[in-house]
């Protein structure tokens, strides 16, 4: 089992829960996916960048009240997990989570690539509302993987992304010169930062994401090879 750093607020959606556990091996039983696990919580902490026209959370939840399949999509507060999550040496796979997929779309390409979204949702999913809270605290020090590793990752990541041609307000571009562009709009944070390489990272995965999505609903298989690295993209296409 894996759990995200965020806790749920409700004791019904904790994973000490007995009926919790129950659930989950029924789940597993009946769905015969090699993932069973609670959905992801509609966001109740934190206030969203006022660059995206939201000023704070109230604004954020009436503009964007989540539907019934929100809480469908892929499981962020905590997921049993029947398959590896390596596989190093075995025809070079690296097992259910893409090495290249850092930035927070690991387990949507996870799902696609299992098959778990049947109809518009996810089968493997138990259907429970989660919130999530804020951690509260100091943190951890040292903080080796997410001060250094998560970074330094990030920044390799952006390095051999950043020629990747992409297209944004009719514009074509490179990824680098798109990362320029929302620095020069004090969007994001220059580079170096976490938040440049981050958001260079996710905007790939999102590609990723949906090159798999669209290839999955004309039936084609999932794409070994990651072919779409050598494509063109426009972005929010």
Avoid at 130 to 154: C, F
Avoid at 161 to 190: A, N, P, Q
Wanted: proline share 5%; charged share 30%.
């Amino acid at each position: 089992m894996m759990i995200d750093q965020d806790v749920a607020l409700t004791e019904a959606t904790r994973h000490t829960s007995l009926e919790v556990q129950r659930e989950l091996k029924m789940n597993f039983e009946t769905s015969g996916k090699e993932i069973a696990a609670y959905g992801v919580g509609y966001p109740t902490r934190g206030t969203p960048p006022n660059h995206f026209g939201l000023r704070t959370f109230d604004e954020a939840a009436e503009a964007e009240k989540p539907s019934e399949t929100d809480f469908n999509s892929p499981a962020q507060q905590f997921v049993a997990i029947k398959a590896p999550f390596r596989q190093n040496g075995k025809d070079g796979k690296d097992g259910i989570y893409e090495p290249y997929m850092v930035g927070g779309g690991e387990d949507m390409l996870m799902g696609i690539r299992l098959g778990l979204i049947k109809e518009g949702k996810n089968i493997s999913l138990l259907d429970r509302k989660i919130v999530k809270k804020a951690l509260e605290g100091p943190a951890d020090q040292p903080n080796s993987y997410w001060n250094e590793m998560h970074r330094a990752t990030l920044e390799e990541l952006f390095k051999a992304e950043k020629d990747t041609l992409v297209e944004f307000d009719g514009e074509k571009m490179s990824l680098e010169d798109l990362i320029l562009k929302f620095e020069d709009r004090d969007l994001i944070e220059r580079r170096p930062s976490m938040e440049s390489y981050n958001t260079a990272a996710c905007i790939i995965e999102r590609i990723i994401l949906r090159y798999h999505k669209d290839n999955k609903e004309k039936g084609l298989p999932f794409d070994e090879h990651n072919t779409i690295f050598n494509t063109h993209h426009k972005m929010g296409e």
